[in-house]
């Protein structure tokens, strides 16, 4: 059981374009989902918290605007990066959680983003 | 609020024993343990939910001082697979991370 699925698992795009990803919890419902951001050869980054049915709450120093972050229902989350420039290439986490209690996460594969 | 880890690196023959810290600036409530190996996600290894708890999995276990806002994760007789990097995390805030390689 707590399986987090994640689309795409790798997308080459050209500068300037918007890419989404999707991360779907696939046998709990998810109250909560976490998206983050690892750049090679360090740590995962927390870019913000999502709650089904409300905005998301986003970390200091990520752009709320660049990266929008959807949770529409309580298995789906997406996070779409408007105007991809190459430094936003990265390898892009989410996990989702049944229960903050704990602090229990479950995570995705992950989706390797390519900026041109 | 990131914990901070040490050591940063660790090079170890098969069989040999390491010990990676874990230190908050902020208070612990719990602490996970990941291990990640390269393009792939955090596999989960162990939560420690109170103080002085010490909990274990095979040959790897963690012990964890709430008081002192530090938790150590233990790996004794290491083997081929244990190589990867390993974090702690509190409330969702990844530690800066351990890169270990077990070599023959």
């Known amino acids: 059981g707590a399986v987090v699925s994640q689309h795409p698992s790798r997308v080459i795009c050209k500068s300037g374009t918007s890419v989404k990803i999707e991360c779907r919890s696939l046998d709990f419902q998810a109250t909560t989902m976490f998206w983050y951001r690892q750049f090679p050869k360090q740590s995962l980054m927390l870019m913000a918290t999502s709650n089904e049915g409300s905005k998301a709450t986003y970390e200091q120093g990520v752009e709320k605007d660049k990266f929008l972050i959807n949770h529409a229902s309580l298995t789906l989350s997406t996070l779409t990066v408007t105007s991809a420039h190459p430094e936003d290439s990265s390898f892009y986490i989410c996990s989702a959680s049944p229960s903050v209690a704990y602090n229990e996460q479950f995570f995705g594969p992950g989706t390797r983003l390519t900026v041109l | 609020q990131q914990p901070v880890q040490s050591p940063q690196a660790v090079i170890l023959r098969e069989g040999e024993d390491a010990v990676i810290n874990c230190s908050s600036s902020k208070a612990l409530y719990s602490v996970h343990w990941y291990r990640q190996k390269h393009g792939e996600a955090p596999v989960f290894l162990m939560i420690?939910?109170?103080?002085?708890e010490q909990k274990g999995h095979e040959k790897i276990s963690a012990s964890f001082n709430e008081k002192k806002q530090q938790s150590s994760l233990y790996l004794t007789a290491s083997q081929l697979s244990y190589s990867g990097t390993y974090f702690c995390?509190?409330?969702?805030?990844f530690g800066t991370g351990t890169s270990l390689t077990v070599i023959p």
């Open positions: 420690l939910l109170k103080g002085g």
């Open positions: 995390v509190n409330q969702f805030y």
